[in-house]
């Protein structure tokens, strides 16, 4: 018997869903959701088999028949609402980024999951990508020695167009907030990945370039304390001229690793360095998004069928929503436009 599989939210990320889940053995797209039903339609017809249903709303998909797994890609505020109808109806979630706009949001979704017979998944995808993966190898080698500090940069351009084309992006209440919940939030992932949960956390944030397009920040840094001394600085903002590469760079007792978009620099302090050029697989969709989503997704779908827990899961995200939440507390989140 093939799984059955929904998509809710039939826009820009929907796409590199659909096109991974036709690519996975044992999947079958059967429900194609959105409000707006001609984006569900063409999707159907793009990638749903003969008898593909298309519904303009996540309750009459549920209650006309229930998928094993619902794919989440709708806008942020929508993602844990969603979720728990499924969970609730015993169906398993794999949801897009971020995974809930606010700690009252997770706490729900915590529950849910909890209580419910369906797994849930968060697409973090760029924990697949090659070049993190190398950065994890290089330090559990361990010449490196510890990781001391670190240090992340996002530089990406968001014009006005972006928030004036979506009735979501650009608002507090809709979107969670802007370059950090939803530009850099990969950042912040793999720079914590590697340093761990902070206990300082000391954030500005500030609109520069949209004042009056949107309300949510295009500039977010913070200072992001570790017990032992660590430290960390993250510097994220959408007011820049193009996408640069994403930069992290990892202090070691030893020299340093440098990640920027699929090239790993390492540095040792006795003076050799190695450059290793990476390439996870072709992006399905915007370069940006990284190339990491069949193989997050293909997990996910491992982890249903040999019943094994899956690495993205709520508990193996709760620390960089939990720090996402506190540089939004810390920077005085919404009080500053
Ligand atoms: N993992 C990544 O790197 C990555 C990349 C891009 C987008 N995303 C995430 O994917 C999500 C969607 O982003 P997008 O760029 O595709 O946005 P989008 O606006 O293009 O698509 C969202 C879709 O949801 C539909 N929708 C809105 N309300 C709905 C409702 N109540 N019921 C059913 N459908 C509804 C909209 O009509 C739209 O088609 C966001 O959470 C975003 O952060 C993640």
């Known amino acids: 018997m093939k799984r059955k599989v929904a998509i809710v939210g039939c826009g820009g990320i929907a796409q590199v869903h659909t096109r991974a889940i036709q690519d996975l053995e044992g999947t079958e797209l059967c429900a194609f959701v959105d409000c707006r039903l001609e984006r569900a339609k063409k999707l159907a017809a793009q990638y749903g088999g003969a008898g ?8 009459e998909m549920l209650s006309a028949g229930k998928p094993d797994v619902v794919h989440i890609c709708t806008p942020h505020y929508l993602h844990v609402p969603m979720a728990i109808k499924v969970l609730e109806s015993g169906g398993s979630v794999f949801m897009e980024k971020p995974p809930a706009i606010s700690r009252e949001q997770f706490a729900q979704l915590e529950i849910a999951a909890e209580g419910s017979t369906g797994k849930l998944g968060v697409c973090f995808q760029n924990r697949y990508n090659a070049s993190t993966k190398k950065v994890d190898e290089l330090l559990r080698e361990g010449s490196l020695g510890e990781v001391k500090g670190g ?32 530009q850099s939030i990969h950042a912040l992932d793999l720079l914590l990945r590697w340093l761990g949960e902070p206990d ?55 020299g340093s690793i440098r990640l920027e978009g699929e090239r790993v620099t390492v540095r040792y302090s006795r003076g050799e360095e190695a450059v290793f050029l990476l390439k996870t697989g072709s992006s399905a969709g915007k370069s940006y998004w990284g ?24 508990g193996a995200v709760a620390n960089t929503l939990r720090v996402m939440m506190r540089i939004y507390e810390s920077a005085g989140r919404g009080s500053l436009f």
């Open 151 to 182: 240090r992340a940069f996002v530089t990406w351009n968001r014009g006005a167009n972006y928030y004036q084309d979506s009735d979501w992006r650009g608002r507090w209440e809709t979107e969670g907030g802007g370059a950090l919940i939803n």
């Open 291 to 314: 190339c990491g989503h069949a193989a997050c997704i293909g997990d996910f779908y491992h982890s249903l069928e040999y019943g094994t827990s899956y690495a993205n899961d709520l």
């Open 200 to 254: 300082v956390v000391e954030a500005s944030m500030g609109n520069h370039h949209l004042r009056g397009v949107c309300e949510v920040e295009d500039v977010t840094e913070a200072f992001l304390g570790f017990p032992g001394g660590k430290r960390a600085c993250f510097y994220a903002t959408t007011a820049y001229v193009s996408d640069e590469p994403v930069l992290i760079e990892l202090a070691c007792e030893n």
């Open 52 to 59: 593909a249903g298309i519904y303009e709303g996540i309750e």
